[in-house]
């Protein structure tokens, strides 16, 4: 059985910074296509950020240069820092994880092309 936990989330000041740790269980998340999502108050879902089996790394234009996504293979988590945090970034945050080698392979399907999801945790930034 596949889980995905996230932790991490809270309320900042904009410009501040957080960081978000999906555990992850029941895959070997070192060889999977894993990536962040986040839904903003009442909009649809939208993909923060990609991790793959290749090393190969992805970010939305809006989060470019702020955020960084890593895995720790050590404590098997997917992680997010966020740095210099804005109002439009308050969202849910979810983990997604899909048994795929390379993002590249589902990256057309959007959020449709993960079968795995946390729970989410949620991220406010104010004012």
């Known amino acids: 059985q596949v889980t995905l936990v996230e932790s991490g989330g809270g309320s900042v000041q904009a410009g501040g910074s957080l960081r978000l740790s999906c555990a992850v269980a029941?895959?070997?998340?070192?060889?999977?296509?894993m990536a962040w999502f986040r839904q903003p108050p009442g909009k649809e879902r939208e993909g923060v950020a990609t991790?793959?089996?290749?090393?190969?790394?992805t970010y939305a234009d809006s989060v470019k240069g702020r955020f960084t996504i890593s895995k720790d293979r050590n404590k098997n988590t997917l992680d997010l820092q966020m740095d210099n945090l804005k109002l439009e970034d308050t969202a849910i945050y979810h983990c997604?994880?899909?048994?795929?080698?390379?993002?590249?392979?589902?990256?057309?399907?959007?959020?449709?092309?993960?079968?795995?999801w946390g729970q989410g945790t949620q991220v406010t930034v104010s004012s």
């Open positions: 997604a994880a899909a048994a795929v080698w390379s993002c590249a392979v589902i990256r057309a399907r959007g959020a449709s092309g993960f079968s795995f």
């Open positions: 991790f793959d089996g290749e090393g190969v790394t």
């Open positions: 029941g895959l070997p998340y070192s060889s999977a296509c």
